[in-house]
């Protein structure tokens, strides 16, 4: 394969392949998040914490001097992978009782979420969002809000904010970050979390596990 060589990026000797390729796309989403809404101090919930995007949004945040980060996630194999990076709070999201849950772990609210999930779940995050709070919203083409939720949110001071990342990457900072996310990874200060590396030849099978929810971290197509 050619590429422009100006696209290029090294890698540490210390880190894999596999590990730089887990954090091209979820790498630069949780870095990127983190960049445009900062959390030191602040109270964080982390939905599907133990995927690809969460288990490293995750563990940046915590740097960034989050003063808690509850994390949600389904059933017990990925709240113990959640609890191993760092989650103060790890919740179960299929239980029925998870917002109250969530209610119990703050003080007054959560302070910032981060929604990757979107859909039904985005309005049971605004009942947990503090007077003041900011709902970061990635998840593109699952939004649910209606106009009252938003005119809700006005009424509680509350912030909306959007998540795109290619309009951020120029080519100098898709460079800039990703040395930044290479170094964190090989110093050993950023866990790549990698939960299967499945042959090219069996895409389809990587589709499932991603599409039923069964995989954690970063699902790899091996040749």
Avoid: Y
């Amino acid at each position: 394969m050619a590429i422009d060589a100006g696209l290029a990026v090294p890698l540490p000797d210390a880190l894999s392949f596999e590990d730089a390729c887990a954090l091209m796309v979820q790498g630069l989403t949780a870095l990127h998040l983190l960049r445009q809404s900062p959390v030191a101090d602040k109270q964080v919930l982390i939905p599907a914490a133990a995927g690809g995007v969460g288990s490293l949004l995750l563990q940046l945040a915590k740097a960034q001097g989050a003063r808690r980060v509850i994390a949600l996630a389904g059933g017990e194999a990925k709240l113990d992978l959640v609890r191993s990076l760092g989650a103060d709070v790890a919740i179960d999201h299929r239980a029925d009782n998870w917002v109250a849950e969530v209610r119990d772990a703050t003080e007054s609210g959560v302070d910032t979420i981060f929604d990757t999930v979107g859909g039904a779940m985005t309005k049971e995050f605004l009942d947990l969002l503090s007077q003041g709070g900011e709902l970061v919203f990635a998840a593109l083409g699952r939004f649910q809000l209606s106009a009252a939720d938003l005119e809700a949110m006005i009424g509680r001071n509350q912030s909306l904010r959007g998540f795109a990342l290619l309009p951020l990457m120029s080519p100098e900072e898709l460079r800039a970050s990703l040395r930044q996310l290479f170094d964190l990874a090989a110093g050993g200060r950023l866990r790549v979390a990698i939960g299967g590396r499945i042959p090219l030849d069996r895409a389809s099978a990587a589709h499932r596990l991603i599409e039923e929810r069964c995989s954690t971290g970063k699902v790899l197509l091996i040749p």
